[in-house]
């Protein structure tokens, strides 16, 4: 299997969120993020 036939995944989490995160990492709050599969776009708010 060549590298282009492999799927690709994305996920983007803005930096102060993702500082956030780093923080308490056992916070059950939800952040936004930008998951990427196939060029296609999910939001999760």
Request: net charge negative.
């Amino acid at each position: 299997m060549s590298t282009s036939q492999l799927p690709l995944y994305a996920i983007y989490i803005h930096p102060n969120d993702l500082q956030e995160l780093r923080r308490d990492i056992w916070n059950d709050d939800l952040v936004p993020a930008t998951f990427t599969f196939q060029k296609k776009n999910f939001i999760s708010i």
